[in-house]
């Protein structure tokens, strides 16, 4: 199980992060490669700084990995509400955005904007999909527990005969 529940429902997520080497060199001399691992999940992730601070352009940063966490979880409360209401969702893509800010405070995501496109079977409205796609915004775990803002721009198209 990728999570542990209290006794109260509370899930608790648990994640190693490892990283060796030296920072004697200073800031232009050490490595950032590290390592996630998040048992029981058989996947290592290799990553590293955005290549703008020293890192490796080669790995996935912590900047994408929350972008890619916002993406993934509207995506799959989405799947699920399209499901329980009988819709039948055959493709979704998302290019999704994330923009870090420097204007003076400490850098952070400023914003968040997901761009799914979203191919269903004919039979459901757009706007009926719509609602859907925003419903599963409201129940997304990930958007939830971010300050960030997140919007989210659907593009629902049917799919054709």
């Given at each position: 199980?990728?999570?542990?529940?209290?006794?109260?429902?509370?899930?608790?997520?648990?994640?190693?992060?490892?990283?060796?080497?030296?920072?004697?060199?200073?800031?232009?001399?050490?490595?950032?490669?590290?390592?996630?691992?998040?048992?029981?999940?058989?996947?290592?992730?290799?990553?590293?700084?955005?290549?703008?601070?020293?890192?490796?352009?080669?790995?996935?940063?912590?900047?994408?990995?929350?972008?890619?966490?916002?993406?993934?979880?509207?995506?799959?409360?989405?799947?699920?509400?399209?499901?329980?209401?009988?819709?039948?969702?055959?493709?979704?893509?998302?290019?999704?955005?994330?923009?870090?800010?420097?204007?003076?405070?400490?850098?952070?995501?400023?914003?968040?904007?997901?761009?799914?496109?979203?191919?269903?079977?004919?039979?459901p409205?757009?706007?009926?999909?719509e609602?859907?796609?925003?419903?599963?915004?409201?129940?997304?775990?990930?958007?939830?527990?971010l300050?960030?803002?997140?919007?989210?721009?659907?593009?629902?198209?049917?799919?054709?005969?």
């Open positions: 199980m990728a999570f542990t529940t209290d006794p109260d429902g509370t899930h608790r997520y648990r994640a190693t992060c490892t990283w060796s080497g030296s920072t004697g060199a200073g800031y232009d001399g050490y490595g950032r490669a590290h390592r996630v691992e998040a048992p029981p999940a058989d996947t290592t992730l290799a990553l590293s700084n955005d290549p703008t601070l020293g890192g490796d352009a080669a790995l996935l940063d912590p900047e994408q990995l929350v972008l890619a966490a916002a993406s993934s979880c509207q995506l799959l409360s989405f799947l699920a509400i399209a499901a329980r209401a009988r819709i039948d969702v055959t493709a979704y893509r998302d290019e999704a955005e994330a923009t870090m800010s420097h204007d003076g405070g400490p850098a952070r995501i400023a914003a968040i904007v997901l761009r799914p496109e979203i191919t269903v079977t004919p039979g409205s757009v706007p009926r999909v609602r859907l796609v925003h419903l599963a915004h409201g129940e997304c775990y990930i958007a939830n527990s300050a960030t803002p997140v919007t989210v721009e659907p593009v629902v198209t049917f799919l054709r005969a």
